[in-house]
T-cell receptor
Framework: AQTVTQSQPEMSVQEAETVTLSCTYDTSESDYYLFWYKQPPSRQMILVIRQEAYKQQNATENRFSVNFQKAAKSFSLKISDSQLGDAAMYFCAYRSVGSSNTGKLIFGQGTTLQVKP | DSGVTQTPKHLITATGQRVTLRCSPRSGDLSVYWYQQSLDQGLQFLIQYYNGEERAKGNILERFSAQQFPDLHSELNLSSLELGDSALYFC?????????????FGEGSWLTVV
């Protein structure tokens, strides 16, 4: 079974600076998807970024980028130029692909990010 | 707005009672997922439906059941409620069940069991 681990329960960053959130996962599959979701105080789950395992290029979405290390099974999220609105809990998630899989998301425990003005 | 609609947003009920949570997926999405988020267990996958058929079961208790109707909306039924069932219940949807389609989440239904 696949597992996702976020070893940093809490992180803090100064506004306008850069922060990196860590995520590791365990799988025997060669093809899969990885995601970062953001959960602000409103509790809504918002997709931040996704990465296909077959792609070597790291995904980027504006100020958000990932460092995907497939061999190390590591998938970190970098937030540049942090803004107050980035304060939230961030979840790393794994999704299998293929007709034999259900496509459900497996989540890590989450990292609470505090942004200091 | 993700396009996934959940009702009710908040619900307070007593132990032993039964409640139904409702979910309307995004237009065109065939797959619906239910997740439970609690303080002690994090985000747990409960069950998935695809085009009316159960596709996968996760950590769903026998006291809980779900279904997806022909119009693709889904309901999660929670019975014989216990204090520990208090949680945020998310519904999510995607176009299909096993591809790279993005899974979109609703705003959740807060259930408090007293």
């Amino acid at each position: 079974a696949q597992t996702v681990t976020q070893s940093q329960p809490e992180m803090s960053v100064q506004e306008a600076e850069t922060v990196t959130l860590s995520c590791t996962y365990d799988t025997s599959e060669s093809d899969y998807y990885l995601f970062w979701y953001k959960q602000p105080p409103s509790r809504q789950m918002i997709l931040v970024i996704r990465q296909e395992a077959y792609k070597q290029q790291n995904a980027t979405e504006n100020r958000f980028s990932v460092n995907f290390q497939k061999a190390a099974k590591s998938f970190s999220l970098k937030i540049s130029d942090s803004q107050l609105g980035d304060a939230a809990m961030y979840f790393c998630a794994y999704r299998s692909v293929g007709s034999s899989n259900t496509g459900k998301l497996i989540f890590g425990q989450g990292t609470t990010l505090q942004v200091k003005p | 707005d993700s396009g996934v609609t959940q009702t009710p947003k908040h619900l307070i009920t007593a132990t032993g009672q039964r409640v139904t949570l409702r979910c309307s997926p995004r237009s065109g999405d065939l797959s619906v997922y239910w997740y439970q988020q609690s303080l002690d267990q994090g985000l747990q996958f409960l069950i998935q439906y695809y085009n009316g058929e159960e596709r996968a079961k996760g950590n769903i208790l026998e006291r809980f059941s779900a279904q997806q109707f022909p119009d693709l909306h889904s309901e999660l039924n929670l019975s014989s409620l216990e204090l520990g069932d208090s949680a945020l219940y998310f519904c999510a949807s995607s176009l299909s069940g096993n591809s790279g389609n993005t899974i979109y989440f609703g705003e959740g239904s807060w259930l408090t069991v007293v």
